[in-house]
């Protein structure tokens, strides 16, 4: 007998593994948190508004607030036509559509958005997905297979890096809006393979804008195709509010764009728009467009109206950089860090040279009545912490000027200025 082998009296002993508790990575996190309210701080992550009253008011633990953090830029949320087009939808075809766009999920609206999209864009093809997140998802990881390049930003919003992730395509960054390191990275890669180089066209953390002339030149140099997110700029920037990459000339070079419906549009969704003749491929080989539901039918009808509504929306973007340039101006004359010189976007970073002073920022700004968003890293570079304000283009005079005066008196509480 071998000693592999148990005679019939030996009992057999099982040796269970003590339990994982895979909840137990996240204790630091918890930790941090509990710390932060136990020092009297609200949670800055889980912030209830209880009634919003306007694109710029809302009622936050019974006090009236200005926000100042919605990326509701073009303050298309509260527009009578985008209402009454979500009530007619709301009334016409009920609440959801049950399914994916592949299989009962197309209606009457889902095709008008598309078409809204096409006109406004000035292309043949757009694709409607279920969110922005889930258009960057989509797009890269079908668009780059293996054996294919995907070249990106090193600060790229986490959606792109998660759709490079979710692909099978090598990946290589260069750093940030460096045009020089984009040309010395794509001239390292094989000729052979396919390419596809990915920006944005604002960049959400601190509101800089791409240099996409000279990006767009580089990657076309090399033979890659080009894809732009302008989530941040869609609705003013260019003349007819395509985005930066209409700002700057591109229109004919940029092969897709990216975009959202939860920022200037006012409601939520997103999308990818192309010229490509063979783009309607996409949607057979799309697992994030495929496999889950589709966008409620409101949702989608007041999407349409809006997009129609911004491509005449002139006086709006106008007033968006004014309101833009006043609260960059302003902010600089009394001694604030800024993540840019200049206003380059409708955001506008504040940068605190530490995370309590973040916090108490944060927190005097709120119980003052202005809500900002307060970014820290992950989100941030290491290091890096930030309010970043998002100007909306229904912000009155009155309403950034008193926006300034709270950080004025917020910022001398926290010594971060004279």
């Known amino acids: 007998m071998t000693d592999s082998l148990q005679t019939a009296d030996a009992p057999t002993i099982e040796t269970v593994a003590p339990e994982r508790d895979l909840m137990s990575k996240f204790d630091g996190l918890i930790a941090e948190r509990q710390a932060?309210?136990?020092s009297g701080v609200r949670d800055p992550f889980a912030i209830v508004m209880d009634q919003v009253l306007s694109p710029t008011e809302a009622v936050i633990k019974g006090k009236k607030t200005i926000l100042l953090g919605t990326y509701n830029y073009m303050g298309m949320t509260f527009d009578p036509d985008v209402i009454a087009a979500g009530k007619e939808a709301l009334e016409t075809f009920g609440s959801g559509t049950n399914g994916s766009r592949m299989l009962n999920g197309t209606f009457r609206d889902h095709m008008e958005v598309e078409q809204a999209l096409r006109e406004f864009y000035g292309t043949s093809g757009a694709i409607v997905f279920s969110t922005g997140y889930?258009?960057?998802?989509?797009?890269?990881?079908?668009?780059?297979g293996k054996g294919e390049y995907v070249i990106l930003d090193a600060d790229s919003h986490a959606s792109i890096y998660?759709?490079?992730?979710?692909g099978v395509a090598e990946i290589v960054r260069f750093r940030h809006n460096?045009?020089?390191?984009?040309?010395?990275?794509?001239?390292r890669l094989p000729p052979e393979p396919g390419k596809l180089v990915v920006l944005e066209g604002v960049y959400s953390m601190?509101?800089?804008i791409a240099p996409l002339k000279e990006m767009v030149a580089v990657a076309k140099k090399h033979g890659a195709m080009v894809l732009v997110d302008?989530?941040?700029?869609?609705?003013?920037?260019?003349?007819?509010?395509r985005g930066v990459y209409e700002d700057q000339g591109l229109e004919g070079e940029v092969d897709f764009v990216v975009g959202t419906f939860s920022k200037s549009v006012g409601t939520v969704g997103g999308f990818c728009v192309s010229n490509h003749p063979k783009f309607e491929a996409i949607r057979l080989a799309c697992r994030p467009y495929i496999f889950t539901a589709s966008l409620p039918p409101s949702v989608v009808a007041t999407a349409a109206t809006s997009i129609r509504k911004?491509?005449?929306a002139h006086n709006k973007r106008q007033h968006l950089w004014e309101n833009a340039r006043r609260v960059h101006q302003g902010l600089t004359q009394l001694g604030f860090t800024l993540g840019t010189e200049t206003p380059q976007s409708a955001i506008i970073a504040v940068i605190l040279p530490t995370q309590d002073q973040a916090v108490g920022m944060w927190q005097a700004l709120l119980e003052a009545g202005v809500y900002v968003n307060m970014a820290r890293p992950p989100a941030t570079?290491?290091?890096?912490y930030l309010l970043r304000c998002s100007l909306c283009a229904e912000h009155t005079r009155e309403q950034v000027d008193q926006v300034v005066d709270m950080f004025a008196r917020a910022g001398r509480a926290m010594a971060v200025i004279p």
């Open 36 to 38: 932060l309210l136990d």
């Open 134 to 144: 889930m258009a960057n998802l989509g797009m890269i990881a079908t668009l780059a």
């Open 162 to 166: 998660d759709g490079c992730a979710m």
């Open 178 to 187: 460096s045009v020089e390191d984009l040309d010395k990275r794509l001239g």
């Open 206 to 208: 601190v509101g800089d």
């Open 230 to 241: 302008e989530a941040h700029s869609m609705g003013f920037f260019g003349p007819h509010g």
């Open 310 to 312: 911004l491509a005449h």
């Open 381 to 384: 570079p290491a290091g890096m």
